[in-house]
């Protein structure tokens, strides 16, 4: 009975840590990695008293190149070949202890390895690329199942509350060719997007939920909150040039740290070592944070995707492959956008790109 149950659960819940947690928006919409597992990936009632670990190593993939003001593709920037292209990479190292069948702690590092390539950041006549590589936000979890295991067979809600440090580098800069002073290089903050930080410490906030209907079918859901008190980091947003006059009025001459949300549902089934599932998948960037003020340069919007995905489970390790495809993609209008707005009497609203879908790969090991 144990190992049926085990079973089933992992139906639903194992896509939680494959793909709830990876918040890392497809383009220039910053949202950075919030960590890289849930322990939902293993049911209360299969921990033993003595607690046991899970090590998950996940590896996340997109390339943003369309861009859209508001719900709008500019397709005429891929036509010119005026557009921005973001490759970017990650690799999370999660590994959770599980105390018991209620509570666990989980630590999340984050490597990534970002490039992007453009003409106007480096004067308009040819496309050339900038680069950022290190570590990223470390981020540090507590989680609780809500409901008592023993009794709770079918369905259970988990919630977690954690810290995001500024462990990752916000102000990695590489060299610009937009000047003629020294050789034409100019040594600057690279781009939001590609940045390994965001400069801020966050706390973060999770409810993860399942429920089961049968021994193969069931649903699964999660949301998941960083609040970033912190509103400027300080760092230039002018790529290593001295800021226009309208980006010190509007207040984007100085980069953000914003919030960022994720929620995510939808339907599994299993078939023999295989979990199938497809649901759908909301992360936004919100224009104004909870805490906190909202101005600085930030990219605003939210991709609302399609996300199939499968597992391969054998014994004490899972292999998975989710990817979440874009449906919707919408650049919403910042804090300076509004001012610039108000300032002038001209609705302003600036653009991103967005990539068409994501790829993620991983692995996880129980460890007793």
């Given at each position: 009975?144990?190992?049926?149950?085990?079973?089933?659960?992992?139906?639903?819940?194992?896509?939680?840590?494959?793909?709830?947690?990876?918040?890392?928006?497809?383009?220039?919409?910053?949202?950075r990695s919030t960590g890289g597992l849930c322990t939902m990936d293993e049911h209360p009632d299969s921990i033993t008293s003595n607690g046991s670990w899970l090590l998950?190593?996940?590896?996340?993939?997109?390339?943003?190149?369309?861009?859209?003001?508001?719900?709008?593709?500019?397709?005429?920037?891929?036509?010119?070949?005026?557009?921005?292209?973001?490759?970017?990479?990650?690799?999370?190292?999660?590994?959770?202890?599980?105390?018991?069948?209620?509570?666990?702690?989980?630590?999340?590092?984050?490597?990534?390895?970002?490039?992007?390539?453009?003409?106007?950041?480096?004067?308009?006549?040819?496309?050339?690329?900038?680069?950022?590589?290190?570590?990223?936000?470390?981020?540090?979890?507590?989680?609780?199942?809500?409901?008592?295991?023993?009794?709770?067979?079918?369905?259970?809600?988990?919630?977690?509350?954690?810290?995001?440090?500024?462990?990752?580098?916000?102000?990695?800069?590489?060299?610009?060719?937009?000047?003629?002073?020294?050789?034409?290089?100019?040594?600057?903050?690279?781009?939001?997007?590609?940045?390994?930080?965001?400069?801020?410490?966050?706390?973060?906030?999770?409810?993860?939920?399942?429920?089961?209907?049968?021994?193969?079918?069931?649903?699964?859901?999660?949301?998941?909150?960083?609040?970033?008190?912190?509103?400027?980091?300080g760092v230039s947003s002018a790529r290593g040039s001295v800021p226009s006059t309208k980006a010190v009025a509007n207040g984007s001459d100085v980069m953000s740290v914003?919030?960022?949300?994720?929620?995510?549902?939808?339907?599994?089934?299993?078939?023999?070592?295989?979990?199938?599932?497809?649901?759908?998948?909301?992360?936004?960037?919100?224009?104004?944070?909870?805490?906190?003020?909202?101005?600085?340069?930030?990219?605003?919007?939210?991709?609302?995707?399609?996300?199939?995905?499968?597992?391969?489970?054998?014994?004490?390790?899972?292999?998975?492959?989710?990817?979440?495809?874009?449906?919707?993609?919408?650049?919403?209008?910042?804090?300076?956008?509004?001012?610039?707005?108000?300032?002038?009497?001209?609705?302003?609203?600036?653009?991103?790109?967005?990539?068409?879908?994501?790829?993620?790969?991983?692995?996880?090991?129980?460890?007793?």
């Open positions: 009975m144990k190992n049926l149950l085990l079973k089933l659960i992992y139906v639903t819940t194992i896509f939680t840590f494959a793909t709830f947690a990876k918040a890392n928006a497809q383009g220039c919409v910053a949202i998950n190593s996940n590896n996340r993939y997109f390339r943003s190149y369309k861009h859209f003001v508001g719900t709008k593709e500019q397709t005429q920037r891929i036509e010119q070949g005026t557009n921005v292209i973001n490759h970017s990479y990650t690799q999370d190292l999660t590994l959770t202890r599980i105390f018991n069948n209620r509570w666990s702690f989980a630590v999340d590092l984050p490597i990534l390895d970002n490039s992007r390539s453009s003409l106007y950041e480096h004067g308009g006549k040819e496309r050339l690329q900038t680069h950022s590589f290190g570590l990223g936000d470390v981020r540090l979890t507590a989680y609780a199942w809500l409901l008592n295991p023993a009794k709770a067979r079918r369905g259970n809600i988990q919630v977690g509350l954690g810290i995001k440090l500024p462990t990752g580098n916000y102000n990695y800069q590489d060299y610009f060719y937009h000047t003629a002073a020294n050789d034409g290089k100019t040594l600057g903050p690279v781009d939001q997007s590609i940045q390994l930080g965001d400069g801020g410490t966050g706390i973060t906030t999770e409810i993860n939920t399942y429920y089961n209907f049968t021994h193969s079918f069931g649903l699964y859901g999660g949301f998941y909150y960083l609040i970033s008190p912190r509103e400027q980091n914003p919030d960022q949300v994720m929620i995510r549902g939808g339907a599994s089934y299993g078939v023999g070592k295989f979990d199938f599932s497809a649901g759908a998948r909301y992360e936004c960037l919100p224009v104004h944070d909870l805490v906190g003020g909202s101005n600085g340069f930030r990219r605003p919007g939210y991709i609302i995707s399609a996300e199939p995905g499968v597992t391969y489970r054998v014994k004490s390790f899972s292999i998975y492959a989710f990817v979440p495809v874009a449906l919707k993609r919408d650049r919403t209008q910042s804090v300076p956008d509004k001012i610039t707005t108000n300032l002038t009497g001209v609705y302003t609203q600036g653009d991103a790109a967005f990539a068409d879908y994501a790829i993620n790969v991983g692995i996880t090991f129980r460890i007793k």
